[in-house]
């Protein structure tokens, strides 16, 4: 029986790879694909994701197009780390859309939640606004979620935005604040992410000869070699990838409770992940964090995936 999640995303080379290999795997039931800003524009992110869907044969999954912009700071994109419009690689465009597309992310992020009654685990890999939203409008959706597992902040780590915050927290501060404080997440951040790469090399027929084999293997290798030696690995990080990992395979990361706040004003404290190990708030646990991950069991995973979408699709991808 696959497990039904929805996928809030900013497409993005990891959440490219990400998506493929989700959308590829049998534990998992994509139910829809939620598009937020973030690594580059809304319109660019929902593109993006149409554009994946199709090259996989996958239009069956509904695209609900969110928040264009943070909810207090200004937007700001990393379209200079994953190519211009948000993707590398050169994926046809997508065609028209054929839902109608016109119900906010926010909005079917609730309607999900609650049309599975307790069921459907929500994966957030991009900024953390439609969630935030989402929130607002439906102050149980915590207790409607099987799950919540977030791609996003620097728990006992340093950031890759600013020291102490990490992309997706630093791009939404606020609405970070909010998912963290009130809706019990897994935080899926650079602690363990930072090495969690998926080598091409890993991957039997990456065909890049085909465009879907082209692109899958710039995603790869989205960094350049400056930002490779700056984090002092030898591949490029395919953070969102290990959030669904943990969702197909409950024993890839292991966690720890704590309370936790994300800071929202100020140069550094915009988007830290503030952790009370030591519990001296004497508050209560808001969430988990994970602390370990066991990467061969991910690379294995996403590898074997990867390699079924491609043998899927890769050889018949026209253009
Ligand atoms: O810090 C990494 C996160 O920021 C990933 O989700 C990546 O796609 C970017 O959104
Ligand atoms: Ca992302």
Known sequence: MSRPVLIDTDPGCDDAVALLATLEHDALEVVELTTVHGNASVDDTTRNARAILEAVDRTDVPVARGADRPLLVDLDTSEEIHGEGGLRGDLPDPGPATEPGDVHAARRIVEQARAHDGDLALAAIGPLTNVALAHAMEPALPELLDDLLVMGGAAFTSGNVTPLAEAN???????????????????????????????????????????????????????????????????????????????????????????????????????????????????????????????????????????????????????
């Open 169 to 319: 927290f630093h791009s939404d501060p606020h609405a970070a604040r909010r998912v963290v404080r009130d809706c019990e997440p897994t935080i899926v951040g650079l602690d363990v992410t930072a090495r969690a790469a998926v080598p091409p090399e890993r991957i039997a027929g990456l065909t890049r000869d085909a465009p879907l084999g082209r692109a899958l293997s710039e995603w790869l290798t989205y960094y350049d070699a400056d930002r490779l030696e700056r984090y002092g690995i030898d591949a490029a990080a395919i953070h969102d990838a290990l959030v669904l990992a943990e969702l197909i395979d409950d024993g890839v990361l292991e966690t720890a409770s704590y309370p936790m706040e994300v800071g929202t004003d100020g140069d550094l404290a915009r988007g830290a992940l503030v952790v009370d190990e030591n519990g001296v708030t004497g508050d209560a646990a808001t969430g988990e964090v994970a602390v370990e991950a066991d990467y061969e069991r991910y690379r294995e995973l996403m590898s074997a995936s990867l390699e079924r979408v491609l043998e899927r699709v890769g050889a018949e991808l026209s253009g």
